[in-house]
């Protein structure tokens, strides 16, 4: 996977899935990107999780792969769905 920043210090003990490194990746490039000129509009104006990733693309920072991107995103949207189903009970 491609590192960013070094969002967690990994030793040799401690492993997180491929879905929580991308999912942290993606909510980490997401604050960041959020804070860029520009790029929350292209965010808003995206129709598709390709639209989304051609926008993140344009920052410097951005070196996901497209399939670490869908993992990211999939974890997301779990992570949001058992929010969402917590709130419920």
Same mark, same amino acid.
């Given at each position: 996977?491609?590192?960013?920043?070094?969002?967690?210090?990994?030793? #040799?003990?401690?492993?997180?899935?491929?879905?929580?490194?991308?999912?942290?990746?993606?909510?980490?490039?997401?604050?960041?990107?959020? *804070?860029?000129? #520009?790029?929350?509009?292209?965010?808003?104006?995206?129709?598709?999780?390709?639209?989304?990733?051609?926008?993140?693309? *344009?920052?410097?920072? $951005?070196?996901?792969?497209?399939?670490? $991107?869908?993992?990211?995103?999939?974890?997301?949207?779990?992570?949001?769905?058992?929010?969402?189903?917590?709130?419920?009970?």
């Amino acid at each position: 996977m491609s590192d960013i920043h070094e969002i967690h210090d990994h030793d #040799g003990a401690e492993s997180i899935s491929e879905e929580q490194h991308a999912l942290d990746q993606i909510t980490h490039i997401l604050l960041h990107a959020l *804070t860029e000129d #520009g790029i929350g509009e292209k965010l808003e104006a995206a129709r598709s999780q390709q639209d989304v990733y051609k926008a993140l693309q *344009t920052l410097p920072y $951005f070196k996901l792969t497209i399939d670490e $991107f869908r993992i990211g995103i999939e974890a997301l949207r779990q992570q949001q769905a058992e929010i969402h189903q917590d709130e419920q009970e």
